[in-house]
Antibody, heavy 121, light 109 residues
Framework: QVQLVQSGAEVKKPGASVRISCKTS????????VHWVRQAPGQRLEWMGW????????KYSQNFQGRVTITRDTSATTAYMELSSLRSEDTAVFYC??????????????WGQGTRVTVSS | EIVLTQSPGSILSLSPGERATLSCRAS???????LAWYQQKPGQAPRLLIY???SRATGIPDRFSGSGSGTDFTLTISRLEPEDFAVYYC?????????FGGGTKVEIK
């Protein structure tokens, strides 16, 4: 069965960076775009960007441009999201999610369990 | 950026067995009907219910249906089951950045 398993909770200081992993299984990793989504307390879901695991192409939301980097390791069938220059507003749960239709942009059919990041001095 | 506004804005109080109608309005027309709905329960990741405005995702019961076009979209739950009380989000994926609505919480009356 399709699974996306994320790394554990993180506590970071303002200005630091965080890197979250998303280990996938149960499908061909290179055939489906992986997205990252932020959910801050009381806020709506916010799309951060995606990666095409086949060729490494990425696209980022302007809201995170310059601070977010999404990468992948095809041999490990894992995607990564690094967010830099952390601020208190980045205290949130971060999700990875698989694209429904493959290497395009569509709805998200499978999600990781979420990784809670707390930014605090 | 396409802004999605959901109504009711925050909470919809209904009883099991009742019909729920949730709305999502877009600030501009959504191309190719690239509109999805998700359900989220506390402490869980969102779950895809509907994509392409009206297509049910795998395993989603037929009491969930989606409709609409252009800028106005609706998620209908024909008869609420106890497990349906949750927060519902719409999402557009027709134009970057992909955006979500603010959510509607369906609570037990």
């Amino acid at each position: 069965q399709v699974q996306l398993v994320q790394s554990g909770a993180e506590v970071k200081k303002p200005g630091a960076s965080v890197r979250i992993s998303c280990k996938t299984s149960g499908y061909t990793f290179t055939k489906y775009t992986v997205h990252w989504v932020r959910q801050a307390p009381g806020q709506r879901l916010e799309w951060m960007g995606w990666i095409n695991p086949d060729n490494g192409d990425t696209k980022y939301s302007q809201n995170f441009q310059g601070r977010v980097t999404i990468t992948r390791d095809t041999s490990a069938t894992t995607a990564y999201m690094e967010l830099s220059s952390l601020r208190s507003e980045d205290t949130a749960v971060f999700y990875c999610a698989r694209d429904l239709t493959g290497r395009t942009v569509s709805a998200f059919d499978y999600w990781g369990q979420g990784t809670r990041v707390t930014v605090s001095s | 950026e396409i802004v999605l506004t959901q109504s009711p804005g925050s909470i919809l109080s209904l009883s099991p067995g009742e019909r729920a109608t949730l709305s999502c309005r877009a600030s501009q027309s959504i191309s190719s009907n690239y509109l999805a709905w998700y359900q989220q329960k506390p402490g869980q990741a969102p779950r895809l219910l509907i994509y392409g405005v009206s297509s049910r995702a795998t395993g989603i019961p037929d009491r969930f249906s989606g409709s609409g076009s252009g800028t106005d979209f609706t998620l209908t739950i024909s008869r609420l089951e106890p497990e349906d009380f949750a927060v519902y989000y719409c999402q557009q994926y027709g134009r970057s950045p992909l955006t979500f609505g603010g959510g509607t919480k369906v609570e037990i009356k």
